[in-house]
């Protein structure tokens, strides 16, 4: 069933379908965590229906110029330009139906921040979603973390931040991964349920950037 969701921010709407992945509070996490410098130009990777790239967005309004939606899925894909065109942003926002390896070579080198809430969860780990689309959403059947992150670095400019969020357990795997690919983490939070163990974390990279790494706060969900 198709409906349209209220995000409570600047009278931004996101649309839904109970059929289709359905995003968490992860995204809005992630795009909170991003800061966002004047004149942005914002790519948003594994953008499902859009909504890391339209929260972040309606967060940041007067500082970012244009925002790309990446999502290969073409049934959430056809949500995020409903969305886009409900909202009146087709003059801010592209949304593009590929897969993130298959970006087009016209956009290397394009962005100064991306973002990026992708499947977490490797494809043999946990239990599996009967649904392939859902899987796709949750888990690295078609997106392992090197091609995410090399093509991450393919797209950033010189100087250009990434902000990804992951699972906790998968930290080592992603500064390792980031470092290979010269992107150098800056920024660190955990997400934790109350005094549990944190399940999330949530990661700022700068492409050419210098080591010094800084750990924030957790932060409760």
Known sequence: MLNLEDLNLNGLKIYQDDELYRFTSDSVLLSRFASAKKGDIVADFCSGSGIVGIHFYGLNQDKVKNVTLFEMQKPLFDLSVKSVEYNHLNDIFTPVNCKVQDIDKSYNE????????????????????????????????????????????????????????????????????????????????????????????????????????????????
């Open 110 to 221: 394009r962005f100064s921040l991306i973002l990026c809430n992708p499947p977490y969860m490797s494809v043999d780990g946990g239990m599996h979603d009967k649904d392939q689309s859902i899987a796709m959403c949750k888990r690295e059947v078609t997106l392992p973390l090197t091609e995410l992150i090399s093509n991450i670095s393919r797209c950033l400019k010189f100087g250009g931040r990434t902000c990804i969020c992951h699972r906790a357990d998968r930290l080592a795997d992603i500064i390792c991964t980031m470092r290979e690919f010269n992107i150098e983490p800056k920024r660190l939070q955990t997400v934790q349920n109350g005094n549990k163990p944190p399940y999330l974390i949530m990661i700022e990279g700068v492409k050419g950037g210098k080591s010094s790494l800084k750990i924030l706060p957790p932060q409760e969900n």
